[in-house]
C-alpha cells in the first residue's frame, strides 16, 4: 500500500521552466513533509520541508504548496537549471520528523538547456 | 551542517558470505537512525528503525536474522547482511535522526551492495 503517491513519474522541461511535481497522502496523522532530491548512486539529500499548520513555503528556487483538505501537496522549481536534473521525492513522517519517513515514488527531472 | 557518513560506498562479497555497512552521525547524536533499501530507479524502502540501546524495529517483511542491526553508541549504527544472496545486491542506504534544534532527518551517501 502506497502511502504516498507521487506524479509524474517522469518530467522534461526546459530551462528556465517550472517544473511541478504533486504528492497526496492518505494518512492524517502525517505532520512533517520533506522533499528530497537524489542524484545517481547518491543518498537522498533534504530540499525543503513544511508542516500542516502553513499552505506555503519557499526556499530560493523551490516551493512547496500544501493543501490540508485535499491532503495534498506539490514542489515547484522556479527559473529551474539543468544542474536540478535529478530524482524528486516527496514524503511524509509523523510527530513533527521525529518517526521514520515514508517516501513517494519518485518523479525524474530532466531539465533540458 | 550535519553529515551522515556511510562505509563502504561500494562493497563486492562472494554469496554466501556476511558484509557490515557502519552508518555514522558526524557531528551529532542520534539515538533513531533509519536504514533504508533502494533497487535501481525505484523508490525507498524502509527496512528497520535502529534505536541506540535497544533491539530495532523491522518492517513487515524485513527479515531479521538476515538483515541484523546493532546501534551501539549515539554516532554509530550497523547494518549486516547475512549470508548473502545475488537478490540481496541494491543501494543500502542510511539516515539518522537530529533531535537538537528540532527533528531533521539526514541521509547517508548510500552503500551499493553487490553479491556474486
Known amino acids: 500500500q502506497q502511502q504516498v503517491k507521487q506524479s509524474p513519474q517522469s518530467l522534461i522541461v526546459q530551462k528556465g521552466g517550472i517544473p511541478i511535481i504533486n504528492c497526496a497522502y492518505e494518512?492524517?496523522?502525517?505532520?512533517?513533509f520533506p522533499w528530497y532530491q537524489q542524484f545517481p548512486g547518491k543518498g537522498p539529500a533534504l530540499l525543503i520541508a513544511?508542516?500542516?499548520?502553513?499552505s506555503e513555503k519557499k526556499e530560493g528556487r523551490f516551493t512547496i504548496s500544501f493543501n490540508k483538505s485535499a491532503k495534498q501537496f506539490s514542489l515547484h522549481i522556479m527559473d529551474s537549471q539543468p544542474g536540478d536534473s535529478a530524482t524528486y521525492f516527496c514524503a511524509a513522517s509523523m510527530a513533527g520528523g521525529y518517526q521514520k519517513v515514508t517516501f513517494g515514488t519518485g518523479t525524474k527531472l530532466q531539465v533540458i538547456p | 551542517g550535519a553529515v551522515v557518513s556511510q562505509h563502504p560506498s561500494r562493497v563486492i562479497c562472494k554469496s554466501g558470505t556476511s558484509v557490515k555497512i557502519e552508518c555514522r552521525s558526524l557531528?551529532?547524536?542520534?539515538?533513531?537512525m533509519f536504514w533504508y533499501r533502494q533497487f535501481p530507479k525505484q523508490s525507498l524502502m524502509l527496512m528497520a528503525t535502529?534505536?541506540?540501546?535497544?533491539?530495532?524495529?523491522?518492517e513487515q517483511g524485513v527479515e531479521k536474522d538476515k538483515f541484523l542491526i546493532n546501534h551501539a553508541s549515539l554516532t554509530l549504527s550497523t547494518l549486516t547482511v547475512t549470508s548473502a544472496h545475488p537478490e540481496d545486491s541494491s543501494f543500502y542506504i542510511c539516515?539518522?535522526?537530529?533531535?537538537?534544534?528540532?527533528?531533521?532527518?539526514?541521509f547517508g551517501e548510500g552503500s551499493w551492495l553487490t553479491v556474486v
Open positions: 539516515s539518522a535522526l537530529k533531535s537538537l534544534g528540532g527533528n531533521t532527518i539526514y
Open positions: 535502529s534505536n541506540e540501546g535497544s533491539k530495532a524495529t523491522y
Open positions: 494518512n492524517t496523522a502525517f505532520d512533517y
Open positions: 513544511i508542516r500542516p499548520d502553513v
Open positions: 557531528d551529532f547524536q542520534a539515538t533513531t
